[in-house]
C-alpha cells in the first residue's frame, strides 16, 4: 500500500512540478500565474515531502504552509537583499523578492485543498 501511494504522490509531484513550470514560462496574467501558482506551490511541497513521508505526519499540509508563510515573511523583510545575494537569480527567484498578504493567503488554500483531499482518500480507502 505505501508503495503505491508513493507511487501516486510522485506522479502527482510531477504533474503539479510542470504545472508550475508551464505557468512561470507561458502565463502572464493577473490572476493563473500571481494566485492559482501561489496555491499548487503548497500542494507540490505537500506532495513533493509524501513521496517520502507517505503516512507519518498527519499535519504535514500545516507544516508546508507554515514554511510556505514564513518564507513570504522573510520577503517582508527583504532577506535576500540582508544577506547580500539581490544580484542572484536563482536565490531571488526560490525566496522572492516581494511581500503580499495575498500570497500568504493562496499559500493557506493550497494547504486546506491537500488537507481535504487527504482526509477524504483516507476515508475513502480506509473505510471500505
Known amino acids: 500500500m505505501k508503495k503505491k501511494l508513493r507511487i ?3 506522479v502527482l509531484f510531477a504533474v503539479l512540478f510542470l504545472t508550475e513550470v508551464l505557468i512561470a514560462l507561458f ?3 493577473a490572476f493563473v500565474r500571481p494566485y492559482i501558482g501561489d ?6 511541497v505537500c506532495a513533493f515531502l509524501r513521496i517520502f513521508i ?4 498527519r499535519l504535514l499540509p500545516v507544516f508546508a504552509t507554515l514554511f510556505a508563510v514564513f518564507i513570504e515573511i522573510l520577503q517582508y523583510f527583504d532577506f535576500v537583499n540582508l544577506i547580500g545575494l539581490a544580484d542572484n537569480a536563482i536565490i531571488s527567484t526560490a525566496i522572492g523578492r516581494t511581500f503580499d498578504i495575498k500570497d500568504i493567503i493562496c499559500y493557506t488554500v493550497g494547504g486546506l485543498i491537500f488537507f481535504a483531499a487527504e482526509q477524504i482518500f483516507r476515508r475513502k480507502n480506509y473505510d471500505h
Open 8 to 10: 501516486t504522490y510522485a
Open 27 to 29: 502565463v502572464h496574467d
Open 39 to 44: 496555491v499548487l506551490v503548497v500542494v507540490l
Open 54 to 57: 507517505p503516512d507519518k505526519i
